[in-house]
């Protein structure tokens, strides 16, 4: 039978227990192959009778009691806790669950748009379960601030990625590839650019949410154009601006209309859901290379081909990954493969979504200068443009 919560008096500090973590190769914005350690998998553990500080117990409190059953341990998979908190629960039952608990702390109108893009996760989570292949976490509990799902196979592929033999590294690019196959041919609304919202099988398309609040939409946008142009606008409102950066804005918005001008065929045109958080820790991979999970859906989109259509994030060395760019790829300033290796395995993808679907081969290769333009208006700590040529 569930009982109160057995959490020790609240500490005044928390206190964050961080192992030593194993080593992995990646490469530095040089080209140099360096040792470093991995992604934490815990960055916290915790069991019954040991002290838990806010706002961690809060959290798991809420989580007990909406589920009726005492946590058995529990270890903390993130430390950023503006939006939520990610906990890895087992339960009472010998249940293990992915938690995330929408964070307490937002003004009203900002936990508003939070419990919305939590409807939104959850829904297109559910809903991709339903009409896709593409992997992602079963929801089993959802209220109104926190989801219970699986806890998905496979390790993030920024852990393991760059130790791998090449061989390796092609399958679970490949492997990717066919999931973004997948979501390229999927059934959403068309002419319409935000976050995708299902309820059930109805599909709904809202203002589009983002990771920088600055950056979030006010409306649904109709036209490529008008989401471009919208971009640009929000980067000029990005404060501050050097004298350098406002120059760049203007040289990019001037790149704008040929950008578009180049992709105005309506398979360029045609509306798919996005991944917009793809990043190294948000993809799972087995141990032969298969892809084994995406998951984080807090922010996805629905966005025009020529922008869906893309590279993985780890082996590009372009835009706004690119090192004379001075913000790098992961952790900032290290990517997971060589630079001849990268680029052998974009050619693989390319040759892959080729053989499979020529309008992803087409709006992925044509469409390459106006996604740098896209990444570059996106990241306003990318203060100059680095004018090269895809």
Request: aromatic share 10%; hydrophobic share 40%.
């Amino acid at each position: 039978m569930y009982q109160q919560p057995l959490l020790s008096p609240k500490p005044p500090v928390l206190f964050l227990r961080r192992h030593t973590m194993p080593l992995c190769t990646y490469w530095d914005r040089d080209g140099n192959e360096v040792r470093l350690e991995t992604y934490p998998s815990s960055f916290l553990h915790w069991v019954p009778g040991e002290t838990l500080n806010e706002p961690y117990r809060a959290a798991l409190e809420r989580v007990e009691a909406a589920l009726s059953i005492n946590a058995r341990q529990m270890d903390v998979r993130g430390l950023d806790t503006s939006r939520s908190l990610v906990l890895d629960i087992e339960f009472a039952d010998g249940a293990r669950r992915i938690v995330r608990v929408l964070s307490d702390h937002p003004a009203p109108r900002d936990m508003k748009r939070a419990r919305k893009r939590f409807e939104c996760e959850v829904g297109v989570m559910r809903w991709l379960r339903k009409h896709s292949s593409v992997p992602v976490p079963k929801i089993y509990n959802f209220g109104a601030t926190f989801v219970a799902m699986e806890r998905m196979p496979g390790e993030c592929i920024l852990n393991v990625f760059g130790d791998w033999p090449y061989s390796m590294k092609e399958r679970a690019v490949l492997s990717y590839a066919e999931h973004a196959l997948a979501l390229f041919r999927l059934d959403v609304p068309q002419g319409r650019i935000g976050t995708l919202c299902p309820a059930g099988d109805a599909l709904d398309v809202t203002p589009r949410a983002v990771i920088r609040e600055s950056y979030c939409a006010d409306k649904v946008y109709a036209t490529l154009e008008d989401f471009a142009h919208a971009l640009v606008e929000q980067r000029r409102r990005a404060a501050p601006l050097s004298p350098g950066t406002s120059a760049a804005i203007d040289r990019v918005a001037a790149l704008l209309p040929e950008a578009c001008s180049r992709v105005a065929e309506s398979p360029f045109r045609r509306s798919i859901l996005v991944h917009d958080d793809l990043n190294e820790t948000n993809v799972l991979v087995g141990a032969q290379g298969e892809v084994a999970g995406i998951v984080d859906w807090e922010f996805h989109s629905v966005l025009p081909a020529v922008l869906a259509a893309q590279y993985p994030r780890w082996i590009r060395y372009d835009g706004a990954l690119d090192p004379r760019e001075g913000a790098g790829g992961t952790m900032a300033k290290y990517w997971l493969a060589s630079p001849g290796d990268a680029a052998r395995l974009r050619d693989a993808f390319a040759q892959y979504v080729k053989d499979r679907d020529a309008e992803y081969w087409r709006a992925l290769v044509e469409g390459e200068r106006l996604r740098q333009i896209v990444d570059w208006l996106s990241d306003p700590e990318l203060e100059e443009w680095a004018d090269c040529e895809p």
